[in-house]
């Protein structure tokens, strides 16, 4: 009895132990179940991830190749700006230069037959070379009043102009020289009235050349301050 009773108590505890164990087995399966899943996800998170880095780093490179372009670009412009900035600044100084040279270059006169103003001049029995005694400008001080010469001061390109004045019943006749040869006239034959002409010429001069005017022989001029017989020019540019 008591060894039927012992066996039954063995086999209770046996059971009891393999239940127990089996439990186990399952509850650790369970769990390993739960986390293969978790892995599971957390792969396709890893992945996902990985694959958002990716897309990053290629855009990325894309900025880096975007933004070295850029510098580039910006270089160049930098290169560029300072190398106008440089031409400016040479052809300021170049500028400055001439104008401090033409400084000196300024020639420009202007002047009435008469320093009273009002009177005739002529007739003459020769070609007279008439002296513009009235100077309203002399910038250069190249024209003589005592001569009535312009003496050019620097080779360039040069404008004159001359006005003569007569009254009716005379005959006025002017001629602008240069050097001693005729460049241009005026000419007015006996009229009926007041009678003006003026005349103008562009001539290239070197230094030393001289321009006067001549008042024909047998004729005269009149000058008064409503219509001058005057003389002027100045230089255009020097050469």
Same mark, same amino acid.
């Given at each position: 009895m008591k060894i039927k009773t012992m066996a039954v108590l063995l086999?209770?505890?046996l059971l009891c132990a393999g239940s127990s164990i089996a439990q186990d087995v399952l509850s650790t399966t369970a769990n390993i179940i739960a986390e293969l899943e978790k892995l599971k996800l957390m792969d396709g998170r890893i992945q996902k991830? &990985? &694959?958002?880095?990716?897309?990053?780093l290629s855009e990325n490179e894309a900025l880096k190749t975007e933004v070295r372009d850029s510098q580039n670009?910006? &270089?160049?412009?930098?290169?560029?700006?300072? @190398?106008?900035?440089?031409?400016?600044?040479?052809?300021?100084?170049? /500028?400055e230069s001439l104008q401090k040279e033409n400084e000196g270059k300024k020639v420009a006169f202007s002047a009435g037959l008469l320093d009273s103003g009002t009177g005739n001049s002529g007739p003459f029995s020769y070609y007279k070379t008439l002296e513009y005694k009235k100077v309203f400008s002399n910038i250069g001080n190249a024209y003589d009043s005592n001569t009535g010469i312009f003496t050019a001061p620097v080779r360039g390109v040069y404008y004159f102009?001359? +006005?003569? =004045?007569? =009254?009716?019943?005379?005959?006025?006749a /002017?001629?602008?020289?240069?050097?001693g040869q005729s460049q241009c006239s005026v000419h007015s034959a006996r009229p009926v009235s007041n009678s003006n002409g003026s005349n103008g010429v562009i001539l290239i001069? &070197? /230094?030393?050349?001289?321009?006067?005017?001549h008042l024909w022989?047998?004729?005269?001029? +009149? #000058? #008064?301050? @409503?219509? +001058?017989?005057?003389f002027s020019g100045f230089l255009i540019f020097p050469l």
């Open positions: 086999l209770v505890l991830l &990985e &694959e958002t880095l990716t897309k990053v670009k910006l &270089e160049t412009v930098q290169k560029e700006s300072q @190398a106008l900035k440089t031409l400016v600044q040479d052809s300021q100084s170049k /500028i102009r001359f +006005y003569g =004045h007569c =009254h009716g019943g005379t005959t006025m /002017i001629t602008l020289m240069k050097n001069l &070197e /230094i030393g050349d001289k321009i006067y005017t022989k047998d004729t005269w001029v +009149y #000058d #008064d301050p @409503a219509s +001058y017989t005057s």
